[in-house]
């Protein structure tokens, strides 16, 4: 059916916002390691939010003042949203920017995690929006993934490069 192809082609989708930032606890380059690890987009996933679950924040304030498009997190695709995004729960917080994106939260391997584990709900009924909702007009998603298929060589290469990265000391700069 149709829309079975189109959620497959969403599952595909690499979007991460709230319940990713929470990855921000594991140190330095234990990150990266981690990633290389976890062998697939949908592994990856299921990590971020067992990560997530470990110390669910309180609140969850999303900067959509600038947003990314296109290939993230080092896309140079820049585009003016002008909005702040607030929210006592994750899931409902990236399932609001999910549709702001123009996609369906449902299919996206992490919210479907997290639901499942009592973390939040992503159904349009079960989310109070207060002030202005829209969707972005055109805008650029990430490259397709396939969830399952075993992460690419060039991304392992630049994973554990980034899990040998050391501090170097620079003595002329230091004071």
Same mark, same amino acid.
């Given at each position: 059916?149709?829309?079975?192809?189109?959620? @497959?082609?969403?599952?595909?989708?690499?979007?991460?916002?709230?319940?990713?930032?929470?990855?921000?606890?594991?140190?330095? $380059?234990?990150?990266?390691?981690?990633?290389?690890?976890?062998?697939?987009?949908?592994?990856?996933?299921?990590?971020?939010?067992?990560?997530?679950?470990?110390?669910?924040?309180?609140?969850?304030?999303?900067? $959509?003042?600038?947003?990314?498009? !296109?290939?993230?997190?080092?896309?140079? @695709?820049?585009?003016?949203?002008?909005?702040?995004?607030?929210?006592?729960?994750?899931?409902?917080? @990236? $399932?609001?920017?999910?549709?702001?994106?123009?996609?369906?939260?449902?299919?996206?391997?992490?919210?479907?995690?997290?639901?499942?584990? !009592?973390? !939040? @709900?992503?159904?349009?009924?079960?989310?109070?929006?207060?002030?202005?909702?829209?969707?972005?007009?055109?805008?650029?998603?990430?490259?397709?993934?396939?969830?399952? $298929?075993?992460?690419?060589?060039?991304?392992?290469?630049?994973?554990?490069?980034?899990?040998?990265?050391?501090?170097?000391?620079?003595?002329?700069?230091?004071?």
């Amino acid at each position: 059916s149709s829309s079975s192809a189109a959620s @497959d082609v969403y599952k595909r989708q690499v979007i991460s916002g709230a319940i990713k930032n929470s990855y921000g606890i594991i140190p330095g $380059a234990l990150k990266a390691e981690l990633h290389a690890r976890s062998g697939n987009a949908q592994r990856f996933h299921e990590l971020i939010v067992e990560i997530f679950n470990l110390r669910v924040p309180d609140l969850f304030i999303m900067d $959509a003042v600038i947003g990314m498009e !296109g290939n993230g997190p080092a896309s140079p @695709d820049l585009r003016e949203i002008g909005k702040i995004l607030g929210a006592d729960n994750a899931v409902a917080l @990236d $399932a609001v920017m999910t549709r702001m994106m123009g996609l369906e939260p449902a299919a996206l391997p992490f919210l479907e995690t997290a639901k499942e584990r !009592g973390l !939040g @709900d992503f159904r349009d009924e079960a989310i109070n929006v207060r002030g202005d909702f829209a969707v972005i007009p055109e805008f650029k998603l990430p490259p397709e993934v396939n969830k399952t $298929a075993p992460t690419s060589e060039q991304s392992m290469k630049f994973f554990k490069s980034r899990t040998r990265m050391r501090p170097q000391v620079a003595p002329e700069k230091c004071t």
